[in-house]
């Protein structure tokens, strides 16, 4: 798994690449970004975390596996050249209301949470996502603890 991932981002590196079928304001291309990001983080990919991520992306944008596939590998790729998080936030903000973006938040704690506990890094990065979705820090904490309990994990 982490072997396609690294030879997915040196295909991109090395100029052939395949023309991904999500344009760049696509909310999902955005979403699956942000998750990506919230995975490598740590500098650990985990195979609890990417299998997590891969049901996420499915089940959330109601695709099928190969569909999920191609938009997982859209989403590495524009993870891979963005500098910072507004580039998909800002997307996030403009396609969805206060309820998708919350979502959002809640999909990239559920992803940290999937190799049994949050990092800093992790809790960090979706603090910063989460205020630049306009998701309030008490919306935030909210969905954590809510995420957190369904992964059987105290504080």
């Known amino acids: 798994m982490l072997r396609s991932l690294t030879d997915f981002i040196a295909e991109i590196a090395g100029g052939v690449r395949d023309e991904a079928s999500f ?50 590998e859209a989403a590495i790729a524009r993870d891979a050249e963005a500098v910072d998080l507004y580039a998909f936030t800002s997307v996030l903000n403009r396609a969805l209301d206060d309820e998708g973006r919350q979502r959002i938040v809640e999909m990239m704690f559920e992803v940290g949470y999937a190799d049994g506990g949050l990092t800093e890094f992790e809790d960090n990065l979706v603090w910063r996502a989460a205020e630049l979705l306009n998701v309030s820090s008490r919306d935030r904490v909210q969905i954590r603890r809510k995420v957190r309990e369904g992964f059987g994990e105290d504080e």
Not at 28 to 41: D, E, G, K, Q, S
Not at 53 to 65: G, K, T, V, W, Y
Request: glycine share 4%; net charge negative.
């Open 23 to 72: 344009a760049e304001n696509d909310y999902r291309l955005a979403a699956a970004a942000l998750l990506v990001h919230v995975v490598t983080i740590d500098g650990v990919i985990g195979a609890d975390e990417m299998a997590k991520l891969r049901r996420l992306i499915a089940a959330r944008f109601s695709m099928d596996e190969n569909e999920a596939e191609a938009l997982l």
